[in-house]
């Protein structure tokens, strides 16, 4: 069975930093391709950043381009965001999905909440 | 501005059929693929179609997808009240190397 679970989320003041993980299991992470996509509170899903299995691929959302980056250990089955100079609107639950082929976001996470506030 | 549109909103009665719409804007280029996504409250979201008209297993006949052109839908048939969820839309857009989702709309099961 396919798991994803994320952590790492937490209260950060506008501008500050935070590093979200995604721990995987069920699958041959090395093989797969992920993304990070994320749901403001009572708002529509946005994805945020993809990740091809080798990292020799990486997207971004233009409103996080330059502040944030998706990285992964495929020796830990472990991807990453680190994100930077956060904003108000950077607020949400941040899901780690994995990418199927036939389907790009085929499994999610429960997802892991930044709040970004004074 | 999502170049995915979706009505905020869709309701029906049990048993009756629904379907959702999901609109491409004309700037949004890609392979023309069509993903759809249920979430139930309170959950993280879960396929339901994906490439356009294909079924995962496991997920009931009930759900339908379709495409023509730029614009695609989702059909429910035989509504049932567990139905009851905000459904996504998202597409591969080429130009900005994205994927893209809709805004999302909100079925009510009543």
């Known amino acids: 069975e396919v798991q994803l679970v994320e952590s790492g989320g937490s209260l950060v003041q506008p501008g500050g930093s935070v590093r979200l993980s995604c721990a995987a299991s069920?699958?041959?992470?090395?093989?797969?391709?992920l993304h990070w996509v994320r749901q403001a509170p009572g708002k529509g899903l946005e994805w945020v950043s993809y990740i091809s299995s080798s990292s020799s691929t990486k997207y971004y959302t233009d409103s996080v381009k330059g502040r944030f980056t998706v990285s992964r250990d495929n020796a830990k089955n472990s991807l990453y965001l680190q994100m930077n100079s956060l904003r108000d609107d950077d607020t949400a639950v941040y899901y780690c999905?994995?990418?199927?082929?036939?389907?790009?976001?085929?499994?999610w996470g429960l997802g892991t909440l930044v709040t970004v506030s004074s | 501005q999502s170049a995915l549109t979706q009505p905020p909103s869709a309701s029906g009665t049990p048993g009756q059929s629904v379907a959702i719409s999901c609109s491409r804007s004309?700037?949004?280029?890609?392979?023309?693929?069509i993903y759809w996504y249920q979430q139930l409250p309170g959950m993280a979201p879960k396929v339901l179609i994906y490439?356009?008209?294909q079924r995962p297993s496991g997920v009931p006949d009930r759900f339908s997808g379709s495409k023509s052109g730029t614009s695609a839908s989702l059909a429910i048939s035989g509504l049932r009240s567990e139905d009851e969820a905000h459904y996504y839309c998202v597409t591969w857009d080429d130009s900005l190397s994205a994927w893209v989702f809709g805004g999302g709309t909100k079925l009510t099961v009543l």
């Open positions: 999905t994995r990418d199927e082929g036939n389907s790009p976001f085929d499994s």
């Open positions: 490439r356009n008209d």
């Open positions: 069920g699958f041959t992470f090395s093989g797969s391709s």
């Open positions: 004309s700037s949004n280029s890609g392979s023309g693929y």
